[in-house]
T-cell receptor, first 111, second 112 residues
């Protein structure tokens, strides 16, 4: 089957850097995505990595190592508004539109 | 227009009621999805429509009935729901089987 593991909670202070890790087990790999979801809100796409390396988008970066079945989301210069749940996701092994989500990491940013 | 809209925002229904959730997108996306999300859990896929045809049904009970009238619209018809069906129902769309899915704000459903 396919599964993803990520920490359930992370706490950091404003202005700091935080890394949210995601390890996955899949048969067939079509890239790793990250989504952000604020309480009461909808998931919002943050990034997608199909190849190894770091992708940077503003304060957020995402990294992938296919040989290690591992990726992470890096959030820099943390702001209070970054407090949210973060989900990593992979496409299912049949390469359909189905995303398999991790259980989510709740990030709490403190002043 | 890079938005997925959903109506209603909130819905309270009894177990004998029939109601429908609606979803609309005008991004030209050809894949549309229904998800169910419980508190503190990830979205759980229910249905996928690809080019207006149902391509995935994740063994969802028949009391949930999806419909895709055209490439911009997706409905979810609800009938004889159970209290455990109370959840946030999210609609999403993407370019074909794209990795970037655009989610609507969801319908918060409460079944009494």
């Amino acid at each position: 089957g396919q599964s993803l593991e990520q920490p359930s909670e992370v706490t950091a202070v404003e202005g700091a850097i935080v890394q949210i890790n995601c390890t996955y087990q899949t048969s067939g790999f079509y890239g790793l995505s990250w989504y952000q979801q604020h309480d009461g809100g909808a998931p919002t796409f943050l990034s997608y990595n199909a190849l190894d390396g770091l992708e940077e988008t503003g304060r957020f970066s995402s990294f992938l190592s296919r040989s290690d079945s591992y990726g992470y989301l890096l959030l820099q210069e943390l702001q209070m508004k970054d407090s949210a749940s973060y989900f990593c996701a992979v496409r299912d092994r049949h390469n359909t539109g189905k995303l398999i989500f991790g259980q989510g990491t709740t990030l709490q940013v403190k002043p | 227009d890079t938005e997925v809209t959903q109506t209603p925002k909130h819905l309270v229904m009894g177990m004998t009621n029939k109601k429908s959730l609606k979803c609309e997108q005008h991004m030209g996306h050809r894949a549309m999805y229904w998800y169910k999300q419980k508190a503190k859990k990830p979205p759980e896929l229910m249905f996928v429509y690809s080019y207006e045809k149902l391509s995935i049904n994740e063994s969802v009970p028949s009391r949930f009935s999806p419909e895709c009238p055209n490439s911009s619209l997706l409905n979810l018809h609800l009938h004889a729901l159970q209290p455990e069906d109370s959840a946030l129902y999210l609609c999403a769309s993407s370019q074909d089987r794209g990795n970037e899915q655009f989610f609507g704000p969801g319908t918060r459903l409460t079944v009494l």
